[in-house]
């Protein structure tokens, strides 16, 4: 005997009808990550969007901007300087330098131009005082530049003022007097004095003075009660009567 049948029913129903039928429904949990499915993103509705998109989760894209890196551009135009700071404090003195390689040799310089003036004179006659005051003149010239001296009258007239030396020299007479005057102009600035005596003697003065242009300068014989008088002889050269510029005003 055939064994009997299965029969099957099959209970079609429709969707819906017994919505707690069966066993309840969980989340499904994985361990040690967020639960599954997630929860729905808010949903987003732009303005003025209807229809099947309406609810969906608002997308924002990522965009990776090191992807869209270009080349490197070409350095710009360099900017106007800033202001200059403030001055700061001085620093310490630095080490001292090697010394350097000597220099080339300059060119010469202009001469110098010195004033110069000068004059020596003498008297080989002798000479006796006739009257109180009595200029001494010369008749041997030495020295006398640009002709400052005039041996007739005995006067140097001063063209380069300054600082003169000026020196005399005479022989005296046995048994007269020998009283002269070195004279600056009019004024007399020394004294050569020798009284009388049985022995003749060379007698000297010098001194400095300052002259001015035209200055004169020159040699008197003062008389008293006694005869006054200097020797000197054709063969020698007794008498002398010298000076010279030492410094010129210029330089004073």
Same mark, same amino acid.
């Given at each position: 005997m055939?064994?009997?049948?299965?029969?099957a029913?099959?209970?079609?129903?429709?969707?819906?009808?017994?919505?707690?039928?069966?066993?309840?429904?969980?989340?499904?949990?994985h361990?040690?990550?967020p639960?599954? !499915?997630? &929860?729905?993103a808010?949903?987003?509705?732009?303005?003025?969007?209807? =229809?099947?998109?309406? *609810? %969906?989760?608002?997308?924002?894209?990522?965009?990776?901007?090191?992807i869209?890196?270009g080349?490197?551009?070409?350095?710009g135009?360099?900017?106007?300087?800033g202001?200059?700071g403030e001055?700061?404090?001085?620093?310490?003195?630095?080490?001292?330098g090697?010394?350097?390689?000597?220099?080339?040799?300059?060119? !010469?310089? &202009?001469?110098?131009?010195r004033?110069h003036?000068?004059?020596?004179? =003498?008297r080989?006659? *002798? %000479?006796?005082s006739?009257?109180d005051?009595?200029?001494?003149p010369?008749?041997?010239?030495?020295?006398?530049?640009d002709?400052?001296?005039?041996?007739?009258?005995?006067?140097?007239?001063?063209?380069?003022?300054?600082?003169?030396f000026v020196?005399?020299h005479?022989?005296t007479?046995?048994?007269?007097?020998?009283?002269?005057?070195v004279?600056l102009?009019?004024?007399?600035m020394?004294?050569?004095?020798?009284?009388?005596?049985?022995?003749?003697?060379?007698?000297a003065?010098?001194?400095?003075?300052p002259l001015?242009?035209?200055s004169?300068?020159?040699v008197?014989m003062?008389?008293?009660?006694?005869?006054?008088?200097i020797?000197g002889?054709p063969?020698?050269?007794?008498?002398?009567?010298?000076?010279?510029?030492?410094?010129p005003?210029s330089?004073?």
């Open positions: 055939a064994a009997p049948g299965l029969v029913l099959v209970l079609v129903l429709p969707a819906g009808a017994w919505p707690n039928l069966g066993p309840p429904r969980r989340p499904y949990v361990c040690c990550r639960p599954w !499915p997630p &929860a729905a808010p949903a987003h509705t732009p303005t003025g969007v209807t =229809g099947p998109w309406v *609810g %969906l989760p608002l997308v924002r894209p990522t965009i990776d901007i090191s869209l890196k080349e490197k551009g070409e350095a135009a360099r900017g106007h300087a202001k200059s001055e700061g404090p001085q620093g310490s003195r630095g080490l001292q090697h010394k350097g390689q000597k220099g080339q040799m300059g060119p !010469p310089g &202009a001469p110098c131009q004033a003036a000068a004059f020596s004179v =003498g080989r006659e *002798g %000479l006796h006739t009257e005051f009595q200029a001494v010369f008749d041997t010239e030495l020295v006398n530049l002709g400052a001296f005039d041996l007739a009258t005995g006067h140097f007239h001063c063209k380069v003022p300054g600082i003169y020196s005399l005479v022989h007479w046995t048994f007269k007097e020998a009283y002269l005057h004279m102009d009019q004024r007399p020394a004294v050569l004095y020798a009284q009388p005596s049985e022995r003749s003697l060379m007698q003065q010098s001194l400095l003075l001015a242009a035209s004169t300068v020159w008197r003062f008389h008293r009660d006694q005869d006054n008088a020797y002889e063969g020698d050269l007794y008498i002398t009567f010298s000076g010279h510029l030492v410094t005003a330089e004073l």
